[in-house]
């Protein structure tokens, strides 16, 4: 293939840095089917005695593979025939991969103009990969996620809203819902609040503020001693200590029953790794063994906090979810540009047909989603809309919008360049969800003062209403207010769950 080609000569142009190694990468591009060869016809003499410094050659190589695999590049991004006079305009290595970015199609509907606002580069110079903004299948830290929540009518607190699978919270018993009374050698978490208009309003924005400062300092010390009320109202502290873990996605899987129906729950953080048996195949395929064997009707899955991950695992569970009338159907294509397309046939681009693997034979799969529900996601909601009847309901009006994915390209053991290379369409071709997919039932509460799985949270429980009726009696009353009647409400979420993405791996 050719990428290997590439990536032999790109091995040479960075241990030799000489002028005889760029002609050899001249040669690459050639070979490499890009649109307009007649851009390599030399304007000005080269200058034989010069040598490229390490930083120069990262942002020429950042050029070479944006250029090489961007989705984009055939419509928009431009051949020169000696890269330096691009890459050596700028003076770091995110303004190379900015300017490249501002060149793809205009797209008004997000900030930036354009329609790449997703590529990036990952740092990897450290051991541990810890500045890249990407973490798939191992984590590091608490796996805690926080937010301010009103307690009652004068007082808010840190309450845990996402706690991840693996982590040493999950590992101790933590669960969203949780708020958080004492935090290390801190009692003073209470948060002054006015919730006299009706609408509750910080009114210590100091203490508000210590407040955080306190919760992102606790998240990266070495240990940590937290003290939690839980829902039942008991008290517990707990002793934590910083490490890495492996991630579990499974949040929580229950199973609801009635007389007449019999409705599955998944609750999936993100799309990890599915391979050889692993332990997230195994506790996958045991979920959907037990789905099978309390012959589950309707599937609610919930991704309110699900970024991505890895493309191949989202089919698998696809391939769980799926119903006979797309069995062996289209379950998906990519678009990729010119040069990628060599590999469509037979490579990692070529078609997906569905290979179902379980015996469920679902009526409607209910999606629960919030505006950070993307990429692996969203793939996964499209796919089964044209075989299945898919309801999507929202914190908001639906999800992210992130219909493209990409590879990782490590450059000289320094970065690793994200470059969005493909985009997926189903089979009835739709792709056009740059906004997000919109949702059946919009502005249902994501409440965080109960825990994921609890058929009484709102979101859970538009679900549960609109499958199994009458399974919840009063849910708002019961659930939304305290002893009080007061309604309890979210403020800001403090530490937000990383963007995973929408993987590939290429070879």
């Known amino acids: 293939m050719y990428i290997i080609n590439i990536r032999s000569f790109m091995k040479r142009f960075v241990l030799l840095h000489s002028v005889f190694i760029i002609m050899l990468l001249s040669s690459v591009f050639l070979l490499s089917c890009k649109k307009d060869q007649s851009f390599f016809t030399s304007e000005k003499p080269i200058n034989t005695t010069s040598i490229r410094t390490d930083e120069q050659l990262v942002r020429d190589s950042i050029y070479y593979y944006y250029n090489l695999y961007s989705l984009w590049t055939d419509e928009s991004i431009p051949d020169y025939n000696h890269l330096f ?61 926080f937010t301010i929540g009103a307690a009652t009518d004068q007082e808010a607190y840190p309450i845990v809203y996402f706690v991840e699978g693996g982590s040493p919270a999950a590992k101790s018993g933590m669960r969203r819902s949780d708020v958080v009374k004492k935090l290390n050698n801190s009692t003073n978490l209470a948060i002054p609040i006015d919730c006299s208009t009706g609408t509750c309003k910080i009114s210590d924005e100091t203490q508000y503020r210590n407040v955080l400062d306190l919760l992102f300092k606790s998240l990266n010390e070495p240990a940590m001693q937290i003290t939690l009320e839980h829902q039942d109202a008991s008290t517990e502290t707990m002793n934590l200590q910083y490490s890495s873990y492996e991630i579990n996605p499974i949040t929580k899987d229950s199973i609801y029953q009635s007389a007449n129906k019999n409705v599955g729950y998944l609750a999936l953080s993100s799309f990890e790794q599915i391979e050889n048996g692993n332990q997230n195949q195994q506790h996958i395929d045991q979920v959907f063994q037990d789905f099978q064997s309390h012959q589950i009707k309707d599937l609610i899955v919930d991704l309110r906090y699900n970024t991505g991950g890895y493309v191949d695992a989202a089919i698998y569970i696809a391939n769980k979810i799926i119903n006979t009338n797309g069995n062996q159907k289209l379950m998906l294509k990519y678009q990729v540009n010119k040069y990628l397309s060599q590999d469509k046939e037979n490579g990692d681009f070529r078609d997906v047909y569905f290979q179902r693997s379980s015996q469920l034979e679902l009526g409607t799969v209910y999606f629960l989603v919030t505006n950070i529900t993307a990429s692996a996601s969203e793939m996964l909601i499209n796919v089964l809309r044209p075989y299945m009847n898919v309801q999507i309901i929202a914190e908001n009006n639906g999800t992210y919008g992130k219909p493209v994915g990409f590879f990782q390209q490590i450059i000289m053991n320094k970065i690793a360049l994200w470059p969005v290379s493909f985009l997926l369409e189903n089979a009835n071709q739709y792709s056009d969800y740059w906004n997000g997919l919109e949702a059946n039932q919009k502005n249902v509460t994501d409440y965080v003062f109960r825990d994921f799985g609890d ?47 929408l993987l590939k791996t290429h070879h």
Not at 86 to 92: A, G, P, W
Not at 118 to 130: A, D, E, H, V
Not at 477 to 489: A, T, W, Y
């Open 85 to 145: 006079r691009f890459t050596d305009s700028f003076q770091t290595n995110d303004e190379v991969l900015g300017a490249l970015k501002a060149l793809t199609p205009t797209y008004n509907g997000y900030p930036e103009h354009v329609y790449d606002r997703f590529s990036y580069l990952q740092n990897i110079s450290n051991s541990s990969g810890s500045t890249g903004k990407l973490l798939m299948d191992i984590n590091n830290g608490y796996g805690i996620f």
């Open 455 to 501: 058929t009484k949270e709102p979101m859970i429980a538009a679900a549960i209403n609109q499958a199994m009726p009458g399974y919840n009696n009063n849910l708002r009353s019961r659930s939304l207010r305290s002893s009080n009647s007061f309604e309890k409400v979210k403020f800001n979420n403090i530490n937000n769950v990383s963007e995973k993405g």
